[in-house]
Structures are given as structure tokens and as C-alpha cells.
């Protein structure tokens, strides 16, 4: 049996990211390849003429939040 988190929550990654990490959180957040996320999301958009898949993108990168937990090894600011 597999446990599940419902804790979990959807972060835009900050690692597994191409423009604003949207389907890279998607992904990481389902546990699949992100790679699959983005083709998928490019399927969306192109059926819908542009519009609905765009439109999504934009409203998912304003709306979800970028992931808290992530330690950015390049930081050089010692207050965080």
C-alpha cells in the first residue's frame, strides 16, 4: 500500500525549471518526469489555438508559489 500526503503541497520548481518552473512543480508535485508535463502543455496549447494553453501557463505562474524549502548552493547572501 502506498501512504498518502495530504499535506503535500504545489510549489513552481526551482530545479526541474525551462521558463518559471510551472510544469517542473507539476511534475515534481505527481512524481513524474517534468519533460512529460511540458509536452503535454504543448499538446493543450497548440489543440487550443494558443490561447487556452498560454493563458493557463501565465495564470499557474502568477499564481502558484515558488518552493520555500530549496537552498540555492549559488546564494551568497548569509541572511536567509
Known sequence: LEVINLNKKLYKSRVNKMLSGVCGGIG???????????????????MSLGFGG?????????????????NNPYNTNENQ
Open 54 to 70: 498560454l493563458v493557463a501557463y501565465i495564470v499557474c505562474a502568477i499564481i502558484i508559489p515558488e518552493d520555500p524549502g530549496y
Open 28 to 46: 515534481e508535485y505527481f512524481g513524474t518526469d517534468p519533460t512529460l508535463i511540458r509536452l503535454l502543455w504543448v499538446l493543450l496549447t497548440i
